[in-house]
T-cell receptor
């Protein structure tokens, strides 16, 4: 079974620039999550999709962050404009069904904002 | 929302000793408690989990205990090995998949 795929793996941008991350979940997984993991901290949920609908985006800074999962499969997370404090690893995870189940994480995208 | 606290933040043990990491949660509706291991530069990987209808679960050298009344759960690693060195995260989750993670414990196993 192929795992969760993410790209790019690394990205360096200047503050005020825009950046986009892509995630392809495990085939058939209905639920998809984006997390932000700042160095030395646990992952923080940004947004959760069930198929192509948003279940929870209460911790997403909506003035600069956006995410979509148009066809209920792949997802993109965008930051526009980026700030220095956005430097973090952005993890995508997926889960087979709705409910309390194991989440499978992708390798993450390490973003550095200079 | 849910708040998960994890202690200690760092733990150093001698190879062969046991390691215990503790977490507390605030939301009584949480019913799923996974533990993830994250090696440097790698993705978090599930090592064990427990649901609210169970008090203890064991998998070889790893065990998790849950006290729903006190809202705390613990990870126990016995006979630690150098390859157990990593950051361990606890998490608590409700039925709507709103998973909240602890801040992590950096475990170092000295040979």
């Amino acid at each position: 079974e192929a795992g969760v795929a993410q790209s790019p793996r690394y990205k360096i941008i200047e503050k005020r620039q825009s950046v986009a991350f892509w995630c392809n979940p495990i085939s058939g997984h209905a639920t998809l999550y984006w997390y932000q993991q700042i160095l030395g901290q646990g992952p923080k949920l940004l947004i959760q999709f069930q198929n192509n609908g948003v279940v929870d985006d209460s911790q997403l800074p909506k003035d600069r962050f956006s995410a979509e999962r148009l066809k209920g499969v792949d997802s993109t997370l965008k930051i526009q404009p980026a700030k220095l404090e956005d430097s973090a690893v952005y993890l995508c995870a997926s889960s087979p069904i709705y409910g309390s189940y194991e989440q499978y994480f992708g390798p993450g995208t390490r973003l550095t904002v200079t | 929302g849910e708040n998960v606290e994890q202690h200690p933040s760092t733990l150093s043990v001698q190879e062969g000793d046991s390691a215990v990491i503790k977490c507390t949660y605030s939301d009584s509706a949480s019913n799923y408690f996974p533990w993830y291991k994250q090696e440097l530069g790698k993705r978090p990987q599930l090592i064990i989990d427990i649901r609210s209808n169970v008090g203890e679960k064991k998998d070889q050298r790893i065990a998790v205990t849950l006290n729903k009344t006190a809202k705390h759960f613990s990870l126990h690693i016995t006979e630690t090995q150098p390859e157990d060195s990593a950051v361990y995260f606890c998490a608590a989750q409700r039925d709507n998949n709103d998973m909240r993670f602890g801040a992590g414990t950096r475990l170092t196993v000295k040979p």
